[in-house]
């Protein structure tokens, strides 16, 4: 059974930094893409960065700069290291994975106060 488990959101001033981290089991991320995805409330899921079985990575123009998204293979993990928060990032934070199935973890809520 494939399970994604998002950490790490949390409520922080604007400017400063969370780390999510995203545990897979069931599946492994060296052989797939990985991706951070974000819902604010009544706006649709937008993507926020992606991470490639090579390890190359892109990221949404509104993160750029800020945001860093990594993978540790040996603990099968995906991280989104996000920096100069800002209250506009207010959203739950999903990772997901996967090839002709794609999973998706229950997300972790990040809030930036202002």
């Not at 059974?1 to 950490?7: A, D, F, H, I, K």
């Not at 990221?59 to 998204?69: C, E, L, N, P, Q």
């Not at 998706?104 to 809520?109: D, S």
């Amino acid at each position: 059974q494939v399970r994604l488990v998002e950490s790490g959101g949390g409520l922080v001033q604007a400017g400063g930094s969370l780390r999510l981290s995203c545990v897979g089991s069931g599946i492994t991320f060296r052989f797939s893409t990985q991706g951070w995805y974000r819902q604010a409330p009544g706006k649709q899921r937008e993507l926020v960065a992606t991470i490639t079985r090579g390890g190359s990575s892109n990221y949404a123009d509104s993160v750029k700069g800020r945001f860093t998204i990594s993978r540790d293979n040996a603990k099968n993990t995906v991280y989104l290291q996000m920096n100069s928060l800002k209250p506009e990032d207010t959203a739950v934070y999903y990772c997901n994975t996967g090839q002709t199935i794609v999973y998706w973890g229950q997300g972790t809520q990040v809030t930036v106060s202002s």
